[in-house]
């Protein structure tokens, strides 16, 4: 049966994606604003469990049903190429923007990389992206579009979602629960004391106890974390746990105020996360003024855009690096103290507003477009002939 599509959890996903550029832009571009202010926008890397979250619920929503009993070959086929044909054609595209600009700079241009510079384009690296094995790299640091550790190691999920789902719904109330417990203390485990002193920024002073570890096998036991709790979610969902609470909206904005609340005072990463389930049940079960708000059209658009949003911002960078790298090689090194003004967040908001005009092209020519011309191509040579078509 196919399932209600849940409006109200759309743009969570877009907002999501706007944080994580922000969160980006901070770290590898200019300061948006004095640490000694606040720095909640450095967890915002933490946007990347809520996808996980958000994505174990939304799986187990549309596509739990079809795996209750057993995984039968025809349904994964069906689910392997919808799934597909969502993140292989955009992923496959900015992945070969980021090698063209590599091209540009060091084979056309000759500039000479970093240590740095040259770990994240590893020539190594690229058949494991082109075949979705990237989420395995034992790199310290995310290769060529570097976003995209996220997806290759939530692709490798895509495939065990299946197995996994028949046990997680026999599964009583107190393994669950013992299910949660795991999921905690995978958090926990992941949230360690870490600083960012590999970028050398002299506005990023160390932070302690986050969750950002994208080195294999931690970058797959965040996604677990995160996939396992959505499904958990779901299960809460269903189940209308704290629906008359959760779905009020003064409690849905009440939350959201609290957890920025506790970034800006550093409560650790594993902690805050916890939140995130809440926010999707209490959006979920919503039908007031935060539904209102959530379904008009700006930010509906926005979550359809969110996918884009993630994909292409950190490509767009690049390419102004790339820009400067060429026009300005012999560009001196600045290691005064560092100033903080308007110009960040200006210019944060002109990068912003430059990722959501090319998010809404790529998903408008490149995602949409895809998926309909692959989806009923692999459907059709996946799918036997007696099979039921949805």
């Known amino acids: 049966m196919k399932q209600?599509?849940?409006?109200?959890?759309?743009?969570?996903?877009?907002?999501?994606?706007?944080?994580?550029?922000?969160?980006?832009?901070n770290l590898m571009v200019m300061p948006i604003i004095d640490p000694a202010i606040t720095q909640l926008h450095r967890h915002w890397a933490l946007m990347v469990d809520f996808f996980f979250i958000l994505s174990g619920f939304i799986m187990t929503y549309v596509y739990g049903g079809w795996f209750v009993e057993r995984a039968s070959m025809v349904s994964f086929r069906r689910y392997m190429t919808a799934r597909f044909a969502r993140v292989y054609p955009l992923h496959l595209l900015t992945l070969l923007w980021v090698v063209g600009l590599y091209v540009i700079l060091v084979p056309v241009n000759h500039i000479k990389l970093d240590a740095d510079a040259q770990s994240v384009f590893d020539l190594e690296a690229i058949p494991l992206h082109v075949l979705m094995l990237h989420g395995f790299n034992q790199a310290w640091t995310a290769t060529w579009n570097t976003p995209a550790w996220s997806i290759g190691s939530e692709w490798f999920l895509y495939i065990l979602f299946p197995l996994l789902m028949p046990g997680f719904r026999r599964l009583p109330v107190w393994g669950k629960t013992s299910l949660l417990v795991v999921m905690l203390a995978l958090y926990g485990y992941l949230s360690k004391p870490l600083s960012e002193v590999l970028l050398q920024k002299p506005w990023l002073p160390?932070?302690?106890?986050?969750?950002?570890?994208?080195m294999f096998p931690d970058s797959f036991f965040r996604c677990l974390a995160g996939f396992g709790l959505g499904m958990i979610t779901h299960e809460g969902y269903e189940r209308r746990w704290a629906a008359n609470g959760l779905g009020r909206s003064w409690v849905f904005a009440g939350m959201a105020a609290c957890l920025f609340i506790a970034w800006h005072f550093q409560m650790p990463d594993g902690l805050t996360v916890w939140v995130f389930p809440l926010l999707i049940l209490g959006a979920a079960y919503n039908t007031g003024r935060l539904a209102k708000l959530l379904q008009t059209r700006p930010l509906q658009r926005l979550g359809d855009w969110s996918y884009s949003v993630y994909m292409v911002h950190v490509p767009i960078m690049f390419t102004f690096l790339v820009i400067q790298k060429i026009t300005q090689p012999a560009a001196p090194i600045t290691t005064g103290p560092v100033v903080y003004g308007l110009e960040g967040p200006v210019t944060c908001l002109i990068y912003v507003l430059m990722v959501l005009a090319v998010a809404a092209l790529t998903y408008r020519f490149v995602e949409v477009p895809a998926r309909r011309w692959l989806n009923p191509r692999l459907k059709a040579r996946s799918t036997p002939s007696n099979a039921v078509q949805v």
Do not use: K, N, Q, S
């Open 4 to 25: 209600t599509y849940l409006t109200t959890l759309t743009p969570l996903r877009g907002i999501a994606a706007l944080l994580v550029v922000v969160f980006h832009f």
């Open 206 to 214: 160390p932070m302690h106890y986050i969750i950002d570890e994208i």
